[in-house]
């Protein structure tokens, strides 16, 4: 299995940025999917999941503001993140399991290498 991320960069508060994840060895559509971020000496929180049928939920930081979506047919997640704060500085990671709890526990399986986010 091999998540990778992409899309991270650095940009000023207010602005936007759309996060993907490309994954192979697995299908994003019968996989629960997650985006998890941390920032310097803070631990790993969860930001946005994305069930198998397409349910959604997220974390209260970033409700309103991000929305996680998935393109079955491109195999590849996303976060689309606006109106970014200095808060959301963190590095990103996407994630995935078959079992729905296991990522909402912050614990799935498989895991990207993370991409980095700077606001400003």
């Known amino acids: 299995v091999q998540l990778v991320e992409s899309g991270g960069g650095s940009v000023q508060a207010g602005g936007s940025l759309r996060l993907s994840c490309a994954a192979s060895g697995i299908t994003v559509s019968s996989y629960c999917m997650g985006w998890f971020r941390q920032a310097p000496g803070k631990e790993r929180g969860r930001v946005a999941v994305?069930?198998?049928?397409?349910?959604?939920s997220y974390s209260d930081s970033v409700k309103g503001r991000f929305t996680i979506s998935k393109d079955n047919a491109k195999n590849t997640l996303y976060l689309q993140m606006t109106g970014l704060e200095p808060e959301d500085t963190a590095m990103y990671y996407c994630?995935?399991?078959?079992?729905?709890?296991?990522?909402?526990?912050?614990?799935?399986?498989?895991w990207g290498q993370g991409t980095q986010v700077t606001v400003s």
């Open positions: 994305i069930d198998s049928d397409g349910s959604t």
């Open positions: 994630a995935a399991d078959p079992a729905p709890h296991l990522v909402r526990w912050g614990r799935p399986r498989d």
